[in-house]
């Protein structure tokens, strides 16, 4: 098996190096172009524009933003926060395992299987011949908005998106959802930008392409992956890496061919959601009886999480 260290391509750069004896990394990394968009800017993409009088508008005629402008030292915080908040969410949650040895550390010595560490890394461009491989126009609408009101969106075709001053902010959303046969009021947790840099490794919405509602998820667990409205991270999406992998090695013989990679979530997580339907169950006691079990205020939901002093809330800074 040879190795190639360093590859490009349109969609993203990668690099794969040996960071142990036992261990390889495999870093993505982008050039990311974020523009500046004020109330005086003109554009026109797919799905909106704007002629400079202070509103961005639907290409549907739907819905216009009234927006401001970015204070100075606003955007520059954006800008070192957008790489940040990338790098330490996507970045290091995936690890390739082989199926069998396939790395020779040194001359003489018996092949290991070694692991893969997934990586992200970010370079954030200001200028168009620095060669981005994607762009996001970022806007800060008028505090009279609210978030809800706009629809942040990433078109991996295009390589290009609209992002919010507020998308790199940790959030909660209410939606109707359905837990077994009923349905409940639930309330997720998410990191928007996560969600379009998601388009951008070129995943779809849990259910699908539609930005229908359906899309974004039916159940607990559809709604709580990251391509639907929460923050949960799934095997599945350790396949950009997998597909990245295919062109660094290069198959040489009949095993070497046999060598798969299977990308799996590297070490626990935490899937920040709350039902307000949820009916705590008392456990039953050695005696037989229903008592009541103390549950400490600061632990709400099934899944344990400390949602009141938030001591898990995803890294955004």
């Given at each position: 098996?040879?190795?190639?260290?360093?590859?490009?391509?349109?969609?993203?750069?990668?690099?794969?190096?040996?960071?142990?004896?036992?261990?390889?990394?495999?870093?993505?990394?982008?050039?990311?172009?974020?523009?500046?968009?004020?109330?005086?800017?003109?554009?026109?993409?797919?799905?909106?524009?704007?002629?400079?009088?202070?509103?961005?508008?639907?290409?549907?005629?739907?819905?216009?933003?009234?927006?401001?402008?970015?204070?100075?030292?606003?955007?520059?915080?954006?800008?070192?926060?957008?790489?940040?908040?990338?790098?330490?969410?996507?970045?290091?949650?995936?690890?390739?395992?082989?199926?069998?040895?396939?790395?020779?550390?040194?001359?003489?010595?018996?092949?290991?299987?070694?692991?893969?560490?997934?990586?992200?890394?970010?370079?954030?461009?200001?200028?168009?011949?620095?060669?981005?491989?994607?762009?996001?126009?970022c806007i800060h609408f008028?505090?009279?908005?609210?978030?809800?009101?706009?629809q942040s969106y990433a078109?991996?075709?295009?390589?290009?998106?609209?992002?919010?001053?507020?998308?790199?902010?940790?959030?909660?959303?209410?939606?109707?959802?359905?837990?077994?046969?009923?349905?409940?009021?639930?309330?997720?947790?998410?990191?928007?930008?996560?969600?379009?840099?998601?388009?951008?490794?070129?995943?779809?919405h849990v259910n699908g392409?539609?930005?229908?509602?359906?899309?974004?998820?039916?159940?607990?667990?559809?709604?709580?992956?990251?391509?639907?409205?929460?923050?949960?991270?799934?095997?599945?999406?350790?396949?950009?890496?997998?597909?990245?992998?295919?062109?660094?090695?290069?198959?040489?013989?009949?095993?070497?061919?046999?060598?798969?990679?299977?990308?799996?979530?590297?070490?626990?997580?935490?899937?920040?959601?709350?039902?307000?339907?949820?009916?705590?169950?008392?456990?039953?006691?050695?005696?037989?009886?229903?008592?009541?079990?103390?549950?400490?205020?600061?632990?709400?939901?099934?899944?344990?999480?400390?949602?009141?002093?938030?001591?898990?809330?995803?890294?955004?800074?």
């Amino acid at each position: 098996m040879n190795i190639l260290f360093s590859q490009r391509s349109s969609r993203w750069d990668s690099l794969l190096f040996p960071i142990e004896d036992n261990r390889f990394e495999l870093t993505l990394q982008f050039r990311v172009r974020l523009i500046r968009i004020e109330p005086t800017s003109h554009f026109m993409d797919p799905g909106t524009y704007m002629n400079g009088d202070g509103f961005l508008r639907y290409l549907d005629g739907h819905r216009t933003i009234k927006l401001e402008s970015w204070a100075d030292l606003e955007w520059e915080t954006y800008k070192r926060d957008f790489k940040s908040v990338i790098e330490r969410n996507w970045g290091d949650r995936f690890v390739l395992i082989p199926n069998k040895p396939w790395y020779t550390p040194r001359a003489g010595s018996a092949p290991i299987p070694a692991p893969i560490k997934c990586s992200i890394a970010i370079q954030v461009v200001d200028f168009a011949d620095q060669n981005p491989h994607f762009k996001f126009r970022c806007i800060h609408f008028h505090p009279d908005i609210q978030q809800s009101n706009f629809q942040s969106y990433a078109s991996w075709y295009y390589g290009l998106g609209i992002i919010t001053h507020e998308d790199l902010q940790f959030y909660w959303r209410l939606k109707a959802t359905k837990v077994g046969k009923q349905q409940h009021q639930v309330e997720f947790g998410q990191i928007l930008v996560l969600h379009e840099f998601g388009h951008i490794l070129g995943f779809d919405h849990v259910n699908g392409e539609s930005n229908e509602d359906w899309a974004y998820g039916v159940t607990v667990d559809q709604k709580a992956d990251t391509m639907g409205i929460g923050y949960h991270f799934a095997n599945r999406h350790a396949e950009p890496w997998e597909r990245t992998l295919k062109r660094h090695l290069v198959r040489e013989n009949r095993y070497d061919n046999t060598v798969k990679f299977i990308g799996q979530t590297n070490g626990p997580q935490i899937i920040p959601y709350w039902d307000n339907n949820w009916e705590f169950t008392p456990t039953p006691s050695a005696s037989g009886s229903n008592q009541p079990v103390p549950i400490d205020d600061a632990v709400r939901g099934p899944a344990g999480v400390i949602w009141g002093h938030m001591a898990n809330r995803p890294i955004t800074e």
